[in-house]
Each structure stands twice: as C-alpha cells, then as structure tokens.
C-alpha cells in the first residue's frame, strides 16, 4: 500500500509539474490569449520582480523540465521497481521542497505551495517506510516484494538488502568480537 501512495505522489507532483510549467512557459512567450487561456490565470509579472527573470518562460521551463522530469523518471524507476527507485524518489522530492523554497523567497505565499511542500515531505516519508527506516513499518507491511529481491534480482536501495548500515550499533557489535 505504501509503494502505491508514492506512486501517486510522484504521478500527481510529475503531472501537475509538467502542465503548470508548460503553462507557464508557453503563457509567457505565445501569451494566454493564444493559448485559449484566461488572462486572470497568468501569475502577475510584479512577482518576478527582484528574481532574475523577466518573464515565467525560463522557471516554466525548470519547473516542466527539472522538476516534472526528475518525477516522471522517479515515478517510472519505482514502477520498474529498480534499484535506482530509492535515488531518483530522494532527488525528486527534495526538487520540490527546493523550487517551493525558492518560490516562498520570491512570491506571496499560495495555498498551492503547501500542499506541494507537503507532497514533498510526504515523499521522503513514504520512502523511508518503503526502505524500512521506521522500525515496525515499512519492509513488513508495505513493501511485499519490493526490496527482498524484487523482479531479477534487483532492490529498491541499498537499505533494501537487509544489511545493517555501516556504523550501526548491530555492525559495532560483530566487528568487535
């Protein structure tokens, strides 16, 4: 269950990423009018004042690009069940925790920009419970399959080998008798 409530996470944040950054960057350089848009749904240019940029073009791009791709990809990764899931789910959530932040520092606060953060942070949490982090949760209940040695042998991560990480107390404790 927890696998599938990141999947639609990632889906949701990789969708919506993709259409708002089109959005904005096509209503910045053809203009909402040609796109058959509202003019009342284009962000005012005021809020790009003191940002390096004069028009949405380029952060509809980064947003499209950067944001919408490393959640596409992550999205596929974690469907694929590939080792590289683990990876590609932390660099894309914290995409979305960064390009929030940089928006927070820039434009007036939007509903919107909560529950994005919170689509971040409910990421890196699923993951953690996917990659058994959480004592009691995760491997047991959620991950049936995925990280034991899922399809031909490969993992969701490295935590999902069942070896104690490097440093931990049960690894102090073999290593010192």
């Known amino acids: 269950m927890t696998i599938v409530l990141l999947l639609i996470v990632l889906g949701f944040v990789a969708m ?13 350089w ?60 932390t660099i894309a959530a914290y995409s979305i925790l960064v390009w929030i932040f940089v928006q927070m520092s820039l434009i007036p606060f939007s509903a919107l920009q909560a529950v994005y953060f919170g689509a971040g942070l409910a990421e890196l949490g699923l993951l953690l419970l996917l990659l058994g982090a959480v004592p009691g949760l995760g491997r047991q209940n959620g991950m049936r399959g995925v990280g034991q040695d899922g399809p031909r042998g490969r993992t969701l991560g490295p935590v999902g080998r069942n070896r104690a990480a490097v440093g931990s107390p049960h690894d102090r404790q073999e290593h010192s008798a």
Not at 16 to 28: K, Q
Not at 74 to 79: I, P, W
Request: charged letters at 10%; one cysteine or more; aromatic letters at 6%.
């Open 16 to 28: 919506t990423s993709i259409a708002g950054g089109a959005a904005l960057a096509l209503g910045s």
């Open 30 to 89: 053809l203009g909402p009018e040609r796109l058959g848009l509202p003019a009342e749904i284009q962000l005012p240019a005021e809020y790009l004042e003191g940002s390096p940029f004069s028009t949405y073009l380029v952060p509809g791009i980064l947003l499209a690009c950067v944001v919408g791709g490393l959640h596409t990809a992550a999205f596929v990764l974690l469907l694929r069940r590939s080792s590289l899931a683990s990876p590609a789910t």
